[in-house]
Nanobody
Framework: VQLQASGGGLVQPGGSLRLSCLASGFALDVYAVGWFRQAPGKQREGVVCISRNDVTTYYADSVKGRFTVSRDKSKNTVYLQMNNLKPDDTAVYYC????????????WGQGTQVTVSS
């Protein structure tokens, strides 16, 4: 059982990245999936969550209108499209699955670094 986050990198302010969260060993579509981030010296914070039936998505105020979460059941993957990136978005991004958004985390992915800098 594993979650693997990928797609991070270095991007200039205003740029875009798409993160992927690939599940191995279990079907991701029966779970809610959350994206979290942790910047240096700061606590981990929730960024977005997509409910297990894809009906509901929750976004932190700091990313509303810029980030979009989606799911591809055929690829057992959840994506985080990040547009208009800002230096404050710099962090290690993690994905995790939950029975439903807001419930305890079951598994964490290993994290992918996103750096927004000119």
């Amino acid at each position: 059982v594993q979650l693997q986050a990928s797609g991070g990198g270095l991007v200039q302010p205003g740029g875009s990245l798409r993160l992927s969260c690939l599940a191995s060993g279990f079907a991701l579509d029966v779970y809610a999936v959350g994206w979290f981030r942790q910047a240096p010296g700061k606590q981990r914070e929730g960024v977005v969550c997509i409910s297990r039936n894809d009906v509901t998505t929750y976004y932190a105020d700091s990313v509303k209108g810029r980030f979009t979460v989606s799911r591809d059941k055929s690829k057992n993957t959840v994506y985080l499209q990040m547009n208009n990136l800002k230096p404050d978005d710099t962090a290690v991004y993690y994905c995790a699955n939950e029975r439903e958004c807001g419930q305890p985390i079951m598994y964490w992915g290993q994290g992918t670094q996103v750096t927004v800098s000119s």
